[in-house]
């Protein structure tokens, strides 16, 4: 009897073996059926740190995904920022749905030059900035400057390890840095990463005048050369010669009180200002009907409700370049002003055409490249 109960479990077990035996062979070639046909399922999206899954694919921010595949190039960069765009399967709309395989660390190569040249903007991102505010990448020039962290002035890309701004964003600055390719400091999901380089040397003025503001124009040399891209490049530098009375000119930069919250860069146009119809207006101010301008300033604005304010110090003017499209030079750097937008009251700015001299020996002083800023 007990013999027959043995041989009946051995039976029993033998068959349940083999049944799952035959599961995990089905499982391991893929040839099981489905045991209900209308059951769906769905897998749940996996979290990472920053980013999330969409359908079969992840979330990241466009640099981490295989550049190759996409690049596309053209002759003035003026849609060099857009042509990866297409409709987002993604919550936020500067990340990108990219395949498991196409996952990159981000890579910096070496600095180079690009060919293209210097002053060439990108006006055709398409990230729909609100009114007053660029679009992302369109001044690859633009530079925050921080100060032990902290947001003090915008600057100017003159060259992959030189940045110009004002000397009065200057004082008691500690532990400088600088931050290329940045566009809205509030969000760190942008179509391409922000480089931050440390500063290791800064030459100021040797006439700068604290009071008055005359000659306020610094350098700041970095302690590498941040590599240029698509939304980081050098903008053009006039001929000491030049000169910009009737022209509308573009003036960029992050307002400090802005910096960090929906501090998105700011585009304004404002008119070039005569140096004697600058007087006048600046003459009607406190300034009284003494005031002489320096030779070491440029104007621009006087239209109502339209100039630079408080926090826009370094940030540099730009006028385009006769028979180019969409290229630029610098003409002047904010400086100072009597209020913000006033009607009829230009805003100052340092003369760039008058310190080019000065600007070339103190690259050449460096052994650095003088020509990248020509046009």
Not at 41 to 48: D, F, G, K, V
Not at 250 to 274: A, H
Not at 320 to 342: D, L, M, N, Y
Request: charged share 25%.
């Amino acid at each position: 009897m007990k013999s027959k109960l043995l041989t009946v479990l051995f039976s029993v077990f033998y068959v349940i073996s083999c049944q799952n035996l035959d599961e995990e062979i089905d499982d391991l070639w893929g040839n099981k059926e489905e045991e209900d046909s209308n059951q769906m399922t769905t897998l749940a999206p996996r979290m990472s740190d920053n980013y999330t899954i969409a359908q079969e694919c992840e979330c990241v921010p466009y640099y981490l995904c295989d550049r190759k595949k996409e690049l596309k190039v053209t002759n003035n960069g003026a849609e060099s920022i857009n042509v990866r765009i297409k409709k987002s399967e993604c919550a936020h709309y500067l990340l990108k749905c990219c395949d498991d395989e196409d996952l990159s660390e981000p890579f910096f190569p070496e600095a180079e030059l690009k060919p293209k040249g210097c002053g060439y903007s990108n006006p055709n991102s398409r990230t729909n900035p609100s009114d007053g505010s660029a679009e992302f990448g369109e001044f690859p020039w633009v530079v925050a400057i921080l100060s032990n962290e902290l947001y003090i002035c915008s600057g100017s890309l003159i060259h992959p390890k030189v940045v110009m701004t004002a000397a009065h964003c200057l004082k008691n600055s500690r532990k400088l840095k600088i931050r290329a390719g940045e566009w809205d400091s509030h969000d760190e999901n942008e179509r391409l990463p922000h480089q931050e380089r440390d500063v290791t040397s800064v030459t100021i003025h040797a006439q700068y005048n604290p009071i008055t503001l005359a000659n306020d124009i610094a350098l700041l040399f970095l302690k590498s050369a941040v590599y240029l891209d698509d939304h980081i490049d050098v903008i053009c530098l006039p001929p000491a010669s030049a000169v910009v009375e009737e022209n509308r000119c573009i003036v960029n930069g992050w307002r400090k009180e802005t910096f960090g919250r929906e501090g998105v860069l700011t585009k304004i146009e404002l008119p070039m200002v005569s140096r004697q119809k600058c007087e006048e207006g600046l003459r009607k101010t406190r300034l009284g009907e003494m005031f002489k301008l320096d030779k070491s300033f440029v104007c621009a604005g006087g239209e109502a409700g339209k100039d630079t304010c408080k926090g826009d110090g370094g940030s540099p003017l730009v006028c385009p370049i006769e028979k180019e499209t969409e290229r630029f030079f610098q003409i002047g750097v904010v400086s100072w002003g009597v209020g913000c937008g006033a009607l009829g009251v230009p805003g100052v700015y340092t003369n760039v055409p008058f310190f080019r001299q000065w600007i070339d020996e103190k690259l050449k002083k460096r052994n650095l490249d003088v020509s990248v800023y020509q046009f």
